[in-house]
Nanobody, 123 residues
Framework: QVQLVESGGGLVQAGGSLRLSCAASGRTFSDYAMGWFRQAPGKERELVVCINWSGTSTYVRDSVKGRFTISRDNAKNTVYLQMNSLKPEDTAIYYC????????????????WGQGTQVTVSS
């Protein structure tokens, strides 16, 4: 089992920044690719960014390219999502997820999920 706990969400004005953190415990963190998903009200959950086991390769969805960055610190068992130039359409619950694979993973069938953290961007 892997336990994932997100933090760092909140209310921010458009154009502002937030950094989300996801702390993992339970298994060897570096055995897992990590992803950040989000789900807005009335919409399906979508992959935002993901990263491979070592942090050397990432995927970023087009709508957040140039604004969001994923990174990880395997020594701290933590993955981060730096969000800059936030827009009202970024408002959603953000979920951290882990997939037992080395490469980054863009499909939704991750093995473990956090409880989510709310991000609200006001206009």
């Amino acid at each position: 089992q892997v336990q994932l706990v997100e933090s760092g969400g909140g209310l921010v004005q458009a154009g502002g920044s937030l950094r989300l953190s996801c702390a993992a415990s339970g298994r060897t963190f570096s055995d897992y690719a990590m992803g950040w998903f989000r789900q807005a009200p009335g919409k399906e959950r979508e992959l935002v960014v993901c990263i491979n086991w070592s942090g050397t390769s990432t995927y970023v969805r087009d709508s957040v390219k140039g604004r969001f960055t994923i990174s990880r610190d395997n020594a701290k068992n933590t993955v981060y999502l730096q969000m800059n130039s936030l827009k009202p359409e970024d408002t959603a619950i953000y979920y951290c997820a882990a997939k037992r694979t080395r490469s980054y993973y863009i499909l939704p069938d991750y093995d473990y999920w956090g409880q989510g953290t709310q991000v609200t961007v006001s206009s």
